[in-house]
Each structure stands twice: as structure tokens, then as C-alpha cells.
């Protein structure tokens, strides 16, 4: 018997530091292994932590609504298997150098907190197994960025993390699942620990997703560092979607006639810092067009009723959607990004298509992997998703990372356009505005018709007007005759 702490973790995304933002346990409840104790807040997400032991939680070490960095011990357990969890709780916090004191204050590694001299020379208790497993393959998870989404995006769409460089060009879409081909890893023997239970070292939100889905870890072959299991080879074994928690709604309450102050952290810092980033390395150039988009609108009513769109909803951004993915080919520039660092410019191999949205935490922009290989209905069933994903708070950073180009539904809000801020990593940014009806001429008379706006910010580092002009040319013309999109 022992009191073994559990220390926050870096939950994959490389971040410095994470809110407490709700408990799920109390001093005296018994936890099994994988629940979940508490849902922090990083800068990218909202996420649930499971417990890598079992026991009955002794004292809960940080209150809610605190922000601490990684490493910091959050939660007091008392395990049957102290050594054992103690060991496997390091193998979730990577060692780093000693912390210094300078001027009062503690320095610690980007992305890592403090680890104790006395936890990085433990050593390590041999496992008792009936065979040794086998090296695990090579491999490792994809590095995560960004945030939530809905098909109500904004003007100022939230991007991923700031960079210097562009993300690079993500993988092909996969089938119509919408699930990314995964390999599938060798199968290693489980380890089995002095007590009899089987131990395998894997992240908080990858022992999250396993939970979720109902998977024994002990099953599952790893394919990262030092047999790490990755959230590929869970999804790999379960061939199913990630789960991921519900967000929560912070609004200030203001009232009377004095300031209220809140504090810029989580999902609005990042956003904030990137748009500036933004803003002052690209040198942005925004174009706009009028469009009749009648034959769109006819187009949307005929789909609402075609098996093939069954418990689908289907809108307006769809066609833009679509739009947009056949324009990229065309004119491949828009889906490209700039490399500062290395004077190139990188075209990417799919159009990874970003919604903007705003949600209870911030503006994210979540992506449709592969969005250019994909057929109007599994396009619809993606876009779909990611609103239901965003509206839930369960967008997770993978699902904004690599995005390659964006669009922002003002519309929905009754605007008709504006300039949006391209997102850090792409190169420009469509926004789409209300469609209303109004008096238009065709053929020398005045009639009703359906008329929408759209803006295209580009950066004119890489585009140029020409370049840009038959971009937006291009999806105005697909908007208002769809059928051009057979000439494709």
C-alpha cells in the first residue's frame, strides 16, 4: 500500500501548461483504472483525464479553476501497487533537466514541468512476464494543433498554434468512414506486474479513447518510442472514431456599471496570438464578387430529398464547399502555403478544408481531411461531424491541425462579407455571406433572385491578383451554375 501522485501530463500537444476546470472525484472515492478524474482546459481543447491507477483518492491537490504546468502533481492516490503506478505515472511525464532557480523563480523547459531528481534515477521494477515482448515498430503520434468548430463560422476564424512555418500537407482522406487508414501494428506479448494486473504505458488521452470505446490497452500493439501505445494503434484496433469531452461555457457575468476583468488564456490566447502573427507576416490582399446563386439554392432543396443525403443536413456551405475543393485545382496556389525558413513555397498534396466556427471557449477552425477526395455526400456527412463535433466541445487539436485552406460562414450571422485574417499555414481564406433574395437583371428585366457575397483574402507573398481573381472567379461560377462543376 501507497500514496502515489499523479502528476498533469503533456497530453500530446506540446503545450507549457493546463486549467483545472472540473473534478470528477472527491477525497475517499474509490477510482478503477482509466476513469476519469478531472477535465482540463490547455490551450487547444478541453480534455478528460483518466487515472493511470487504481485506489481511493486521498487529496485532491489542485482547486479548480487554477492553472498549473506540466508535471505539477494534481491528485493523491492511495494504490494497492505503489511502485508499480508510480513507474508507470513516470513514463507519462518525459524527463527533463533539473529546474533552476533564478530570481525566485523556477525555469522549466517549454512543454514540460519539473520532475524530481529522486523520480528520473528510480529504477524502473522488472516486469515478471511469461515472454519478453518485442520491440515495438517505429512510429509515433501526429502532432496536434488548434480547436472546436461549427458550420456558423466567423469573420476571424481561430487557427491552429502559431508558427513560423506552415503545417505540412496532411494525408489523403480517407474512406467514406471518414477514419484515416491506420496501419495495422505487430501484436506483442502483455506484461503482467506483481500483483497480477497488466500494465502498458500509454497517454491520458489515449487511455481516454480506449475507455471510450471499450478497449482492453493490454491488447493493443504499440507502435510509439519505448512501446508507447499511440492513438493510432487505438484507432487502428477499433476502427472507430475518437471520443472527446463536452466543453464547458465560461462567460463573465457582468453587471452593474463596473469593468469586469477576464483573464485572455486557453483557446481566445492562442487565437489572439496567431491572428497577430497573421496579420503582420502576410501581407493580405482581399477580393470580392457578387453571385446569383439561384441554381445553388434549387441544387440544396433537390438534395434535401435524395436518398443519398438521407439524415443528412444539407445547406448552402456544401455547394461552397465543394466549390472550393474543384476551384484548387485549378488554380493550386490558394492551397498552398509559405515557408519562411525555407524561402519555399509548399503545395499541398490534398485540400484539407477548414470551417471556422465559434464556440463557448473561442474561434477554432477544424478541418475536412482530404476534402477534395471526397463525394458530395460523404463531403455533406463530414461537414455534419465536424458542426455536431464543435457544438459538443469535442473538437480535438488533430482535428485542427494541417489545414490547408479555409472558409468562414459569416452568412449565418446575416452579414454579407468582410475581410477574415488568413489562418497561420494556409494561404487564403474564403468567407461566405448571407443569401438573401434580391431584385437582380437577367436578360434585361428585374427579377427576384437569390444573391450571396464572397470575399477571398489572400497572401501576396505567393498569390498574386491574377492567381486570386480565378480562384474566386472560379467558385462564383460553380455557385451560380453548379453543373460547371461537370467541366471539372
Known sequence: MGVQQFRLPDVGEGLVEAEIVSWKVKPGDTVKLNDTIVEIETAKSLVELPVPFAGVVTELLVPEGETVPVGTPIISVQTDSAEAAEALADDLVPSVPEPEESGGRTAVLVGYGPKTTEAKRRARKPAASAGSAPAPAAGGTTAAATAPAADAGTAVPAPQAPAAQPAPAA???????????????????????????????????????????????AAVAPTGPGGVITRADVEAYAAAPVEAPAAATYEPVVSGREDTRVPVKGVQKVMAQAMVASAFTAPHVTEWITVDVSATMELVERLKSDRAFKDLRVSPLLIVAKAVTLAARRTPIVNAAWDEQAQEIVYKGAVNLGIAAATPRGLIVPNIKGADALTLPDLCRALNDLVATAREGKTQPADQAGGSFTITNVGVFGVDAG?????????????????????????DEIVPRWI???????????????????????VAGILEDPARALMF
Open 171 to 217: 494525408a489523403a482522406a480517407a474512406p467514406s468512414t471518414g477514419a484515416a487508414s491506420l496501419p495495422t501494428p505487430a501484436p506483442r506479448a502483455p506484461v503482467a506486474e506483481g500483483n497480477g494486473s497488466v500494465h502498458v504505458l500509454a497517454k491520458p488521452p489515449v487511455r481516454k479513447l480506449a475507455k471510450d470505446l471499450g478497449i482492453d490497452l
Open 419 to 443: 475581410t477574415p485574417i488568413i489562418n497561420p499555414g494556409e494561404a487564403a481564406i474564403l468567407a461566405f455571406g448571407a443569401v438573401r433574395k434580391q431584385p437582380w437583371v437577367v436578360d
Open 452 to 474: 450571396t457575397t464572397l470575399a477571398l483574402s489572400f497572401d501576396h507573398r505567393l498569390i498574386d491578383g491574377e492567381k486570386g481573381s480565378t480562384f474566386l472567379a472560379d
